[in-house]
């Protein structure tokens, strides 16, 4: 591999990211993995605004230029077409590692999770840069208990269609804390619950943009199986403060960053009637193999160790995002009609 035999030795008089943020706290240059994608962009938005150097790495696999291009120009913002699959070499404080094909139409043979997080930490440690791994809830797989505490080890089939995505956080996880044991590297792990909001892929098939994008479409929204499968849905800004409040913290997690408040799918699409629109309809279709049945996250661990928690309620959350959607609707029939 191109980076074996190189050795720039740890940039220290860059920090290590131990600096606490506030007034007068030293200038970091962040790495953001998966960064022109939906999370990734928000956080981006917040770590620019806060006055840090954000390098954004992606290779737009699911993520788009215009999710970041209200950076172009600013010369603390870089962006690279890369995967991360392959090795790369940078010098930064801090690495959030986001990139991921991260739906069930895009994630399947992917080996982004393994490769791509072992060569972030690989960096990680070369550079003395703290890691912070964006996993999952579907490490908890078909839970057994509910809600879920970050103790829970999870009911996950190793063979199913989803198990590459499952497998591959849980996969990544392990990584991350054997980096931490066995090279000392500083590394945090966030358990990320459903989120929406603007910027969200509009045709990967989760259930909030699906939904959403359906009844600005005037189509029926599309509830699978029975519809009463549950998930905690979480509104994107909420998450971008619990990332970041995790990254600057002592604690390494795992913590659940997740909405506790827990929805049907028929109750999904009954909420998304009433702030949308009053004449959305629902059609049924079948279910996908290994669908979760319920998922609610137990979230007194971030709230004791990070002072974290949710402000942001589906009902509040989901008018946030109609107006990106909306607009890149409109743009898309245009283009089709051109
Ligand atoms: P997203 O698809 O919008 O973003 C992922 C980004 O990673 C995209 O920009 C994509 O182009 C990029 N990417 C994928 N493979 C890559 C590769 N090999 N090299 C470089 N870039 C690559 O998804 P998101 O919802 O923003 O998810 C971000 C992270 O949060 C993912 O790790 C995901 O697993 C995790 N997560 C998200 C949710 C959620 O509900 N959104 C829930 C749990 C976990
Ligand atoms: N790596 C990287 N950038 C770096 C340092 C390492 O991409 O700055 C990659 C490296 O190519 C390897 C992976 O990270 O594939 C793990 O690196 P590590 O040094 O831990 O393992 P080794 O190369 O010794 O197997
Ligand atoms: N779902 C649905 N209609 C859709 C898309 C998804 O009813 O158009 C259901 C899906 O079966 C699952 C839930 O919504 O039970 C959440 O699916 P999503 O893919 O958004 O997230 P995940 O399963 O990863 O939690």
New binding site residues.
């Given amino acids: 591999l191109p980076v074996k035999g190189f050795n720039f030795g740890v940039d220290r008089a860059s920090g290590t990211g131990r600096v606490p943020v506030g007034v007068g706290r030293k200038r970091m240059r962040i790495v953001v993995t998966g960064g022109a994608g939906f999370v990734g962009s928000h956080l981006v938005d917040k770590l620019i605004k806060r006055g840090d150097d954000v390098i954004v790495i992606d290779n737009f696999f699911t993520g788009r230029k215009e999710n970041v291009k209200h950076h172009f120009g600013n010369p603390r913002f870089e962006l690279i077409r890369h995967d991360v699959v392959e090795p790369i070499l940078l010098e930064v404080d801090q690495i959030y590692h986001l990139a991921c094909p991260a ?2 139409v895009h994630y399947k043979y992917n080996p982004t999770n393994v490769m791509g997080t072992l060569n972030m930490l690989g960096l990680a440690k070369r550079i003395g840069a703290r890691f912070l791994l964006t996993s999952t809830s ?1 490490v908890y797989g078909d839970p057994l208990e509910h809600p879920q505490k970050e103790t829970y080890w999870g009911h996950v089939n190793p063979i199913g269609v989803r198990s590459c995505y499952d497998e591959g956080k849980r996969t990544a996880e392990t990584l991350t804390m054997d980096y931490h044991r066995g090279a000392g590297v500083e590394v945090r792990i966030a358990r990320i619950f ?1 989120t929406y909001g603007p910027r969200m892929c509009l045709d990967d ?4 943009s ?2 959403v994008a359906q009844a600005i479409r005037k189509q029926p929204m ?4 029975d ?1 009463k ?1 549950t ?1 905690s849905f979480q509104y994107v800004s909420d998450l971008v403060d619990g990332l970041v409040a995790l990254m600057e913290g002592e604690h390494i997690g795992p913590f659940n960053l997740g909405n506790p408040g827990e929805f049907t ?1 028929l109750e999904l699409a009954g909420v998304v009637k009433e702030v949308i629109d009053p004449s959305a309809s629902i059609e049924f279709r079948a ?2 193999a290994d ?2 049945h319920k ?1 609610k996250p137990d979230i007194s661990k971030a709230k004791e160790l990070l002072n974290w928690e949710p402000k942001v309620s589906l009902r509040e959350g989901l008018p946030l995002m109609v107006n990106d959607f909306r607009d890149r609707i409109l743009n898309e029939d245009e283009g089709k009609g051109n």
């Fill in positions: 739906s069930p579907e459903n098939g989760r259930v909030v699906n939904f599309t509830v699978y199986g519809g499968q998930r799918m279910n996908t669908d979760p998922r």
